[in-house]
């Protein structure tokens, strides 16, 4: 069997053309790649109610995969977010076209294809129980669990996700005689090998939150007899999530050093702006020019403006001019070879400019 694993795709009326662009992008990659199962695992959308607003356009855009490709939707905890006054209606009620719906708690059972079992455990606050779960034994050479919530201390994971609850134990898998656990949940992606399973997260396929770096992609899988292969396939449409430093000269203006070519107009910019400069608001005059021009060419873009400090008369001092000038001609060489150290060094520069011509006052 050939298939396509991918989660954590948050469409939301929010962004709605970008979440349904990597949708169709993921359609095409399952026809592209002539896969027979398309797994979602879970976080298909952002809320109930993107849910209710547009699983039309999910019905319609799962509707051009090709016809003997079988769609596996797993809920996950956004699924249920922030319902409607009233409670939820079951997700069981709404029609999601051709997806199956794996609904059932704690667990459901099938087959999709004569060699492979599939147990698909929706996301639940609490998997504890598992031991006393009537799971059938495994029977076909190969079983994956496909499964929406957190395995703590396989890998850094990020910053916390939002809410408590979901811990998925390792044992579980092995438990459940696991050769594949396909996930949803963690954002960041990675795969790693457990006894005798292979433990896979896709990450998000699109970048849902601020920090969220890196190439967003699906996982590719294919299956022969017990063993499962996993490839990571890269989605252009879901762009990535870029940090731009911008410096703000003593007088305000700003420069954004870094080469925004190969940038892809799906990218979200963070613009980290830096400086000690005269006066903030020319500063931010400028900040808010540059960030309207980029918002024509770009799907997002943010500022963070923590590294401002203000100082007067810092535009005319003859220390911090040459400074600056100095960290100027060593950017290309010196800046190259770390950049990140580099730009740590403007900023803790000019913030000792600061103290020391403040202690002069
Ligand atoms: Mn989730």
Redesign the pocket.
């Known amino acids: 069997m050939r298939f396509i694993l991918t989660a ?1 795709l948050h469409i939301s009326t929010a962004e709605k053309d970008y979440s349904l662009a990597v949708l169709n992008e993921i359609v095409g990659v399952c026809a592209r790649e002539r896969c027979e199962a398309l797994f979602l695992a ?2 298909v959308f952002d809320s109930r109610a993107d849910v209710e607003a547009l699983r039309g356009a999910f019905r319609a855009g799962i509707e051009n995969l090709p016809p003997d490709c079988a769609v596996f939707f797993l809920p ?3 699924e249920e977010l922030r319902a409607g006054p009233g409670g939820a209606e079951s997700l069981d009620r709404f029609d999601f076209g051709r997806a199956r719906l794996l609904t059932e708690k704690p667990f459901s059972f099938g087959s999709p294809d004569p060699q492979t079992e599939l147990l698909a455990i929706p ?1 639940q606050r609490d998997y504890s129980g598992y031991r006393a779960w009537k799971a059938p034994p495994k029977r076909k050479p190969l079983r994956i669990v496909l499964a ?1 919530g957190t395995v703590p201390g396989l890998a850094y994971t990020g910053p916390d ?1 939002e809410e408590p609850g979901g811990i998925l134990d390792a044992d579980l898998f092995t438990w459940l005689k696991a050769d594949l656990a396909a996930l ?2 963690l954002h960041g992606g990675f795969s790693v090998r457990q006894g005798d399973t292979l433990i896979a997260y896709p990450g998000s396929a699109r970048v849902w939150r601020e920090g969220e770096k890196g190439k967003r992609r699906v996982l590719l899988g294919v299956t022969e007899a017990s063993s499962v292969t996993l490839r990571e396939i890269p989605l252009e449409r879901a762009g990535e999530y870029r940090v731009v430093p911008v410096y703000a000269a003593p007088d305000g203006s700003l420069r954004v050093p870094r080469e925004t070519a190969g940038f892809s107009p799906a990218d979200w910019l963070s613009l980290e702006v830096s400086g000690l400069v005269e006066d903030e608001r020319v500063a931010v005059q400028a900040l808010e020019r540059l960030q309207g021009d980029l918002k024509e060419k770009y799907r997002k873009v943010t500022v963070r403006t923590e590294g401002f400090s203000v100082l007067g008369g810092v535009s005319t001092h003859p220390l911090a001019l040459r400074f600056i000038k100095k960290w100027e001609e060593g950017a290309a060489s010196l800046g190259a070879e770390d950049p990140e150290a580099y730009n740590l060094a403007r900023l803790r520069g000019l913030g000792v400019i600061k103290e020391i011509l403040e202690s002069r006052r």
Do not use: L, M, P, V
């Open positions: 954590d879970g976080d996950g905890n956004h996301f929406h996700e949803g949940h």
